[in-house]
């Protein structure tokens, strides 16, 4: 019998995508799939998408039931995963793809989420310098949030190589409307959304805000201090985020790309555009791909950093799978593509 990998909150967006990627993948099975409210509904009410899943149902979302796996993937709403995950045996391996796990900070989890914090776990971002190692040897990881994942990656080099300041980081994103979770699909599917780009928890109000600051600080060696503007965008998946920052003397658009292209090309999913060309979400639809470009801008003293995932691939499902790889001894890559579906 191959590694069985249970998924909870296995009828939301982040849940769909998971069992999706778990069905192609080479070394993974399905095990138990649970959900909340739809615990007794067939899988494919909820996800038609995977006829593979035509006569199972989902199940209750207990800690028995999930122990009933050689690995656990919670894929629940920020607050839900803690007391569970407490529940399961010490040694069965669990990503989280909810936030209760990312933040260090007791005080930043307190101001941003509410509630008791729940402790940390090893942050599974393997691009990041030195995470790959301490992932290998993890037993449970948060997997990053979806804008974290994108600003850290287009960022944290060229703050790690001192080719920007660390203060005054300003980061505006878009997001699609799957961002937002299947349940808030009605007001989000209604003429609110379409044919509109509108800003949401701005003036520093985003919980990612704690995130971004806490993995960047320490890729710069030195307090980040960020403003995040988070907007919704009009397309069912998908992130830009523009990240700009103050030059530090004589860099230019040459340096803060030779940086990039010295960190990712080894890496099989982050992609360094040729010069010239600017990341587009639908390049990276419905994969585990990412896409970036960077130049420096004399006039305006600041550098401009672009990146694009898909929220759902890199950004939740795609990540957590790329992480369970390691986490398992697995090839990193297996069941993973880092080609977009386009147009
Ligand atoms: N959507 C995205 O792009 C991203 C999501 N994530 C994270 O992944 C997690 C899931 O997000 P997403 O899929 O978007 O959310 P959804 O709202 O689409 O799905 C939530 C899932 O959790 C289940 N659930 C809710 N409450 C409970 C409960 N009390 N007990 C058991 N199950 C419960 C729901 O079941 P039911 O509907 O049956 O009640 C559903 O399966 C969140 O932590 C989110 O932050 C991370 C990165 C990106
Ligand atoms: C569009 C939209 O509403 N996006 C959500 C993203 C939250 C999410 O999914 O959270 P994690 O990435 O932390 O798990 C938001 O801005 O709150």
């Not at 989902?58 to 995963?81: E, R």
């Not at 992130?239 to 990039?260: D, F, K, M, P, S």
């Not at 990146?307 to 992480?323: E, H, P, S």
Request: glycine share 12%; aromatic share 4%.
């Amino acid at each position: 019998m191959g590694t069985r990998v249970a998924v909870a909150g296995a009828s939301g967006y982040a849940g769909g995508e998971l069992l999706r990627l778990l069905l192609a993948h080479p070394d993974l099975e399905v095990g138990p799939v649970t959900a909340g409210t739809s615990a007794g509904a067939p899988v494919t009410s909820v996800h038609p998408q995977l006829p593979q899943l035509a006569g199972t149902t989902f199940g209750g979302t207990s800690a028995a039931v999930l122990a009933d796996a050689d690995l656990v993937l919670l894929a629940l709403p920020h607050g839900q995963s803690a007391a569970l995950a407490a529940q399961l045996p010490p040694t069965l391996p669990v990503v989280d793809l909810g936030a209760d796990h990312r933040l260090a900070s007791a005080a930043d989890w307190e101001a941003f989420y509410g509630g008791a914090h729940a402790g940390t776990w090893t942050y599974g971002l393997p691009e990041l310098p030195g995470a790959r190692a301490a992932l290998r040897g993890a037993v449970r990881v948060a997997n990053p949030g979806c804008y974290p994942t994108s600003v850290a990656l287009g960022l944290a080099p060229v703050l790690a190589a001192g080719l920007v300041e660390p203060q005054d980081v300003v980061v505006v994103a878009a997001s699609g409307t799957s961002g937002a979770g299947r349940s808030a699909k009605a007001s989000l599917l209604g003429s609110e959304v379409m044919g509109s780009m509108a800003a949401y928890k701005a003036g520093g109000a985003h919980q990612h805000t704690p995130e971004m600051e806490q993995t960047l600080s320490a890729a710069a060696g030195a307090p980040v201090s960020l403003l995040f503007t988070p907007t919704l965008a009009p397309m069912p998946r998908g992130i830009l985020a523009t990240c700009t920052a103050r030059l530090a003397q004589g860099t230019t658009t040459a340096a803060l790309r030779e940086v990039l292209a010295a960190a990712y090309d080894p890496e099989p999913f982050v992609h360094l555009l040729p010069e010239g060309a600017w990341p587009a979400t639908a390049s990276t639809y419905g994969s585990n791909a990412v896409q970036l470009q960077a130049a420096a801008d004399p006039r305006s003293g600041r550098a401009t950093v672009v990146v694009a995932i898909d929220n759902l691939g890199k950004g939740a499902a795609g990540q957590a799978v790329q992480n369970a790889n390691l986490l398992l001894g697995l090839e990193e890559t297996a069941g993973l593509s880092a080609a977009g579906v386009a147009p």
